[in-house]
């Protein structure tokens, strides 16, 4: 469940993705640490705290999505982006809101799913190598033993093949059998999942029904030959099935999306302003008024059961250039209590983004050319003058913040990505000779910039 991380131990996790965006890593390790707190406060107070849902203002490439992201991971909560201007007003063309509910509670139920079973992977494994015993080497049943002399048979002959069989599993748990071709046999599912379709935004309610109809309809048995390594991997996922309770993890994948879910509205400053009178975007405050009553706290039905958003935390982000949050309608701009701007991103930060998160660019790059044999090395001038270039083309062109630097990275490396691993350096360094050459003269010519950079 959510670790009980301080806000300060927060902001420092973050600090390990993201550069700078001090205020903004601020507000959302304060609303994470309040739905813990939360859930201390006594049963009669607990249901009237809501969240403090927060608005994220700035750029596009600051940080806004990695925050969201990395904070759902943080607290292993079940987590969803969605963009508001793919959304329409109910009854034009477009997805409805409450699908938004719907496949939050769709990754919240496979993320239980996933910790279920890795709890039972290993006794799974056990299972299914004895079921491989079976097929590999069966045992014929013997009949009932009619006197003494018959049962004292009878028992030596189940002791030796105990010991064989204990000697053939230790043999199957060392791969000596792994290419031995084998048939083995699962069950299949006898009914089709049938899909209902309805007005009311039930698009991917389905009823399963071998569910409805139980044993009227039995499992059919499929039969397919594989070699013992394949075998084992397709009983191991049959048997992890039988150990776990779907009931169990629909259970506890509802609770996590109440209590615990992050929904990302990216893209809210699309839906904010005045309607238009025609075109695909028939109403822009119709959308608002829709998402609204889900921001609010709504029950929502999915094919697991109804799901309560009174306290999933609304995490929204826009650049607003051209609008602003004081343009949403007042009811969804009430729901939205914390703006947070953040900070365009200048040439140092884009020289800490190279170098100082864990999944930095240059880490990344580095350690794609080791899987060919290659170090790759870059001077601290070259990495200083890839921020530059990066800093200078947002400020001549479209701002787009960090991405920028992906773009420049891939221009600059291009030919050794290509040639690798045919090429026989084994040691490569990135000067800032070297940047300035393949870059600097696209980055100067600007409508050459406006297509490559």
């Known amino acids: 469940m959510m670790q009980e991380l301080t806000p300060r131990q927060i902001v420092r996790e973050l600090d390990k993705y993201i550069v700078g965006q001090e205020a903004a890593k601020k507000s959302v390790a304060i609303a994470m640490r309040n739905r813990w707190r ?13 969240p403090n849902n927060i608005i994220l203002i700035g750029s596009t490439g600051v940080g806004k999505t990695e925050i969201a992201r990395r904070l759902a991971m943080l607290a292993n909560a079940p987590f969803i982006k969605v963009e508001a201007s793919k959304f329409t007003e109910v009854g034009y063309v477009g997805r409805d809101v409450e699908s938004i509910i719907r496949d939050l509670t769709e990754v919240s139920v496979n993320m239980v799913r996933q910790i279920m079973e890795a709890e039972v992977e290993e006794r799974a494994l056990d299972l299914a190598n004895e079921r491989l015993l079976d097929i590999l080497f069966p045992v014929e049943a013997t009949p009932t033993p009619a006197n003494v002399e018959d049962q004292l048979a009878a028992a030596e002959l189940e002791a030796r093949h105990e010991r064989t069989r204990a000697k053939l599993r230790k043999k199957l748990e060392k791969g000596d059998f792994e290419d031995t071709l084998v048939e083995i046999h699962t069950s299949g599912e006898s009914a089709p999942m049938l899909q209902l379709m309805g007005p009311f935004g039930m698009d991917d309610v ?3 029904l071998q569910e409805m109809l139980g044993n009227v309809m039995p499992r059919k048995e499929r039969s397919q030959k594989t070699t013992v390594a394949e075998g084992r991997k397709i009983l191991t996922i049959e048997e992890t099935g039988k150990l776990i309770e779907m009931d169990e993890i629909v ?3 509802l609770s996590r999306v109440e209590e615990m879910g992050i929904v990302f509205v990216d893209e809210l400053d699309k839906i904010a302003g005045e309607s238009v009178a025609m075109g695909p975007d028939v ?5 608002q008024r829709d998402i609204l009553p889900i921001v609010e706290g709504s029950n929502v039905v999915t094919k697991y059961g109804v799901v309560q958003t009174d306290h999933i935390l609304f995490i929204a982000a826009g650049a607003f250039h051209v609008s602003k949050p004081s343009d949403l309608i007042p009811e ?14 200048g040439q140092k930060d884009f020289v800490k983004i190279l170098t100082h998160p864990r999944n930095a660019l240059l880490k990344q790059y580095q350690a794609m050319l080791a899987t060919e044999g290659v170090t790759l090395k870059f001077a601290r001038e070259a990495i200083n003058e890839i921020a530059r270039v990066a800093f200078e083309v947002n400020m001549n062109n479209e701002n787009i913040g960090a991405r920028r630097l992906h773009t420049i990275l891939t221009t600059l490396l291009e030919d050794i990505l290509f040639e690798q691993p045919e090429g026989k350096d084994k040691v490569i360094e990135i ?15 600007q409508d050459l910039s406006r297509y490559i950079l």
Do not use: Y
């Not at 939360?38 to 809501?50: S, T």
């Not at 939205?336 to 900070?343: A, C, G």
């Not at 050459?437 to 100067?444: A, G, M």
């Open 431 to 445: 000067t800032k000779a070297r940047v300035k050459e393949r870059v600097e003269s696209i980055s100067k010519d």
């Open 283 to 287: 109403s822009r405050e119709g959308v």
């Open 332 to 345: 969804l701009q009430g729901r939205f209590p914390i703006r947070v701007e953040m900070d365009d991103l």
């Open 38 to 50: 939360r859930l201390q406060v006594p049963d009669h107070l607990r249901e009237e705290i809501m």
């Open 206 to 208: 389905a009823i399963n």
């Open 251 to 253: 259970r506890e994948a």
